[in-house]
């Protein structure tokens, strides 16, 4: 298997890369439409065919690149089963596996961020969490259908369950991680673990709940522009 | 062992983590003193002492964690050997080996970015190429000692004769890119491989020192305050 991990400095957003070396043939997870042309040459020289483009959400923060990518490769845009996005190729339900040669990508419903999110699990090893699961801290889930409660269940009951070693690969990172792990984050991250009174227990779904609902972020600067956008595949 | 990629996004400057697991000791490659506490948590987080900090040349974009994180947990701060720092700890010679458990640590000189370059061979898997050899890219050569003809030398005899398969973990990228191999920059890196008249073949020496001589580009926005701060070890 190959596997890249690829950063959008604008949207602090990673994208993923997934090949079978012997079919040459790839996925993307979470393409960005403004390194559509980055993907298509990295695509072009490891001499790889696009097949699929997945998406673990329709994002609030930036434009996918899938629509683009689509009518470059003619590759399918895959989507989770409930994302209100008609021109999407596939629907994927909750534990479907996608496989392409000896790459086995494994659906897990982790709604909460939104309503419609997937994190994708790849040959049982590493875990793409998209928006539900960051290094030491989590999608936000204000708006976009999202509930802190519904993702507080998502992280605990899905990701979490996982084994230990399972390498957590997020949707996005703002200080500069790309890796960690399952052990890790059920250990060490703030917004679903407690510091105080013992280190390392899980927080309580309402405490979760509670820290969520007061966050008060302002929207991404791009939400207007890019739901509408996403919900048409990215074609802008 | 663990291997961490970490990403200052200010100077788009890569650090790496490396430990063995057994011992639970560590080094770190190119620390910015901007994500020492980062860096410090991650470390405190993982359980691992830190032994090394190991620089692969004087920065002229960003200032070294080294000094700050030698203060906070007494690890040594090893450069290469004709680095002019003298508050360094370690001089290393090239092919000179590193060992900490089971991470094998071999200096590859590669100057030319800086007349003091190293890039760092991991376990014969994995080349830290600094600012020698970028993802389709590499260094520039027109400050702090730097020479064109020297950087084609060690790019194209000291790194694309290691393995293809070797992964190649640059000090900084700029589109990205986390990790490529020797195979592919052999192969794709456009300014050490021509385009024409034979796409994959390498440019002749004397091209890339015109090329590397007409870049123009204006200094690090940092220079005047980070080359003389690493100098000292980065103690500001």
């Known amino acids: 298997m190959l596997f890249r991990q690829l950063f959008d400095a604008e949207s602090s957003t990673y994208t993923y890369l997934i090949a079978d070396r012997t079919l040459k043939q790839a996925l993307l997870v979470d393409p960005v439409l403004e390194q559509v042309e980055r993907d298509r040459q990295l695509l072009n020289e490891l001499g790889l065919t696009l097949k699929y483009c997945l998406e673990t959400h329709i994002h609030a923060d930036h434009i996918t690149g899938t629509g683009k990518l689509r009518e470059i490769t003619e590759c399918l845009g895959i989507v989770p089963e409930n994302a209100q996005i008609a021109c999407a190729d596939r629907w994927m339900k909750d534990k479907e596996v996608l496989q ?19 994190a994708y699990l790849v040959n049982r090893k590493a875990i793409l969490t998209g928006d539900a699961l960051f290094i030491r801290g989590c999608g936000r889930t204000d708006f976009q259908s999202g509930d802190p409660g519904t993702l507080y269940d998502s992280v605990t009951q899905r990701l979490f369950t996982l084994p230990d070693e399972t390498l957590v690969y997020p949707g996005h990172d703002y200080r500069g991680h790309t890796v960690s792990t399952i052990a890790e984050e059920k250990q060490y991250n703030p917004r679903f673990v407690g510091r105080t009174p013992q280190s390392g227990s899980l927080r309580d779904r309402s405490e979760f709940i509670t820290f ?23 074609n802008v």
């Not at 040669?101 to 909460?112: F, W, Y």
């Open 212 to 234: 969520m609902t007061n966050l008060n972020l302002p929207n991404p600067k791009k939400m207007m522009e890019a739901v509408p956008a996403n919900e048409q595949c990215g």
């Open 100 to 118: 392409l040669g000896n790459v086995i990508v494994e659906a897990i419903a982790t709604p909460g961020h939104t309503d419609s999110h997937f």
